[in-house]
């Protein structure tokens, strides 16, 4: 059983930058692909970025695409979520997501398991 706790939501004004940190525990955290999702009130959970087991590989939404990061730090047991630019547009619930079997990595339920998320407030 892993287990995932996001920090570093807060509220920004636009154009501002964020970092958003998962930590895995209970789990061998290297053997999971991680993603990054959101959901806005209202709006069902969507993609926002993925990253392999390795970090070798990195996918983004066509939506925050140069705006975005995602990395990762397998001897912290830790996902990374860089956050430029930022637009009102994006303020949502930040959630992260570990996969261990994945395909496609864009799909919620591709996912095993599952943080609390964290919250992202954009004002224009």
């Known amino acids: 059983q892993v287990q995932l706790v996001e920090s570093g939501g807060g509220l920004v004004q636009a154009g501002g930058s964020l970092r958003l940190s998962c930590a895995a525990s209970g789990g061998t955290f290297s053997s999971y692909a991680m993603g990054w999702f959101r959901q806005a009130p209202g709006k069902e959970r969507e993609f926002v970025a993925a990253?392999?087991?390795?970090?070798?590989?990195?996918y983004y939404a066509d939506s925050v695409k140069g705006r975005f990061t995602i990395s990762r730090d397998n001897a912290k047991n830790t996902v990374y979520l860089q956050m430029n630019s930022l637009k009102p547009e994006d303020t949502a619930v930040y959630y992260c997501?570990?996969?261990?079997?994945?395909?496609?990595?864009?799909?919620?339920?591709?996912?095993?398991?599952w943080g609390q998320g964290t919250q992202v407030t954009v004002s224009s």
């Open positions: 990253i392999s087991w390795s970090g070798g590989s990195t």
């Open positions: 997501a570990a996969c261990l079997d994945c395909g496609w990595l864009t799909y919620t339920y591709e996912y095993d398991y």
